[in-house]
């Protein structure tokens, strides 16, 4: 990593409810432009993502959706 200042964000992910869904929201986040680390935590509902720079929100919306949960916004 390069002394680049990164941009880390939480976002609220409703219907995680276990490793797999963890998973299955990283994953779709990690394919977004310019994401360097994805955290989600089934038990709070959360999600970090550190990225290069800040997310379009839509496209994290649409990337939890394909993951098949619903985005309730920045936590």
Known sequence: MSAQTSVT??????????G???GAV??????????SSVKAVAA????TVTSA???DEEKVR???DEAGYE???RA
Do not use: R
């Open 9 to 18: 964000t939480v976002y609220k992910v409703t219907g995680m409810t276990c």
């Open 20 to 22: 797999h869904c963890e």
């Open 26 to 35: 990283s994953a779709e986040i990690s394919e977004l432009d310019g994401v």
């Open 44 to 47: 709070t509902g959360e999600v």
């Open 53 to 55: 720079a800040p997310l």
């Open 62 to 64: 649409a990337a939890v």
């Open 71 to 73: 985005l309730a916004g």
